[in-house]
């Protein structure tokens, strides 16, 4: 009897334990930063030597310009783009209108086309690349925070399974590089968590800012894999998932990386 009751608390403790372990919140991850050599992190620290802030000021100058059949920039409706502070954390957003997620690119078409009745950007141009980082780095520090309950359920599921699935010449998936190995050194590069939360990121070897998609893309291409299109579906679910992820971390656009 003594032994079954031995049993029972000891199956007790580990039910207690698990129950712990499941209650504490997970580390918070290192970023892209955290493992990048000293002088690429002090251009990242400095708005001034940072490359990437040529596309801030891009941002900027676009947030004010006039452009579209309404007669309006975003300046008209929105005012000072600090009413932009903390919005983009929340994105991919579901929207009921288009029955699935947007990401801030999405958003800012959306306001070109529909309420500017302007032209859309290209994806990885410099005006909307521009726009993005702009109104990320209104967001600098704050902590990412999507949503993946009710309507975005489904969409952060196929952008797990994306994540999970290997593909590609080497049958390689994101995680067996980004979860599996953080911290192990490929080729010339330390592999890291693989987060978005400094995009749009001035990547040394682009010589130039670009967007997650576009990141995405290197990572299928590098395992031989068919890259999908920035946009798509496929990569708006990816990002979803990547970004519920790192939920918590601090935003860093426009981040700098080798
Ligand atoms: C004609 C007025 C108008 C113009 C012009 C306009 N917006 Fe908006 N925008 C709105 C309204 C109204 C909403 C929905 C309500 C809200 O969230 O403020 C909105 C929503 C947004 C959102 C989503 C906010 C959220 O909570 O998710 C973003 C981001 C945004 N606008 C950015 C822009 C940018 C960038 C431009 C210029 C390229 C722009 N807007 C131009 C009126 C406008
Ligand atoms: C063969 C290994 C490998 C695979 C598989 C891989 N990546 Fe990467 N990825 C890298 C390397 C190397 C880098 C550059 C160093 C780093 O940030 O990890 C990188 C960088 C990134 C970054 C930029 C991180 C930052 O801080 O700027 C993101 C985001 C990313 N990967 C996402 C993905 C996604 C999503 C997939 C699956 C579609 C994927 N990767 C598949 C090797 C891989």
Redesign the pocket.
């Known amino acids: 009897m003594k032994y079954t009751k031995y049993i029972t608390s000891a199956a007790g403790l580990l039910g207690l334990g698990a129950i712990l372990v499941a209650c504490t919140p997970a580390p918070t991850m290192k970023t892209g930063y955290d493992y990048a050599i000293p002088e690429t992190q002090a251009m990242q620290d400095d708005d001034f030597s940072n490359p990437a802030f040529v596309w801030v000021d891009i941002g900027e100058e676009?947030?004010s310009t006039v452009d579209g059949e309404?007669g309006?920039?975003?300046e008209?409706?929105?005012g000072d783009a600090s009413s932009?502070k903390g919005?983009s954390t929340?994105?991919p957003?579901y929207s009921a209108e288009d029955g699935k997620m947007r990401t801030?690119q999405h958003?800012?078409n959306y306001?070109?086309t529909e309420?500017?009745k302007a032209k859309a950007w290209k994806w990885e141009g410099d005006e909307m690349l521009g726009?993005a980082s702009f109104?990320k780095n209104q967001s600098k520090g704050m902590p990412l925070n999507v949503s993946i309950e009710g309507e975005a359920a489904p969409f952060y599921e196929a952008g797990k399974a994306f994540y999970m699935q290997r593909r590609g010449g080497l049958d390689m998936s994101c995680k067996n590089c980004h979860m599996d190995y953080p911290g192990v050194k490929i080729r010339a590069n330390v592999l890291t968590n693989g987060l978005p939360n400094g995009f749009p990121t001035y990547r040394l070897k682009w010589q130039k800012i670009g967007s997650l998609h576009r990141r995405f893309r290197g990572c299928n291409s590098n395992i031989r894999a068919t890259p999908y299109k920035q946009g798509s579906d496929e990569y708006t679910n990816l990002e979803l998932f990547l970004t519920h992820r790192a939920n918590g971390v601090a935003v860093e656009t426009p981040a700098v990386r080798n």
């Open positions: 676009q947030w309404a309006k920039s975003c008209s409706c929105h932009m919005i929340s994105y957003k801030l958003q800012i306001e070109r309420r500017m726009m109104i």
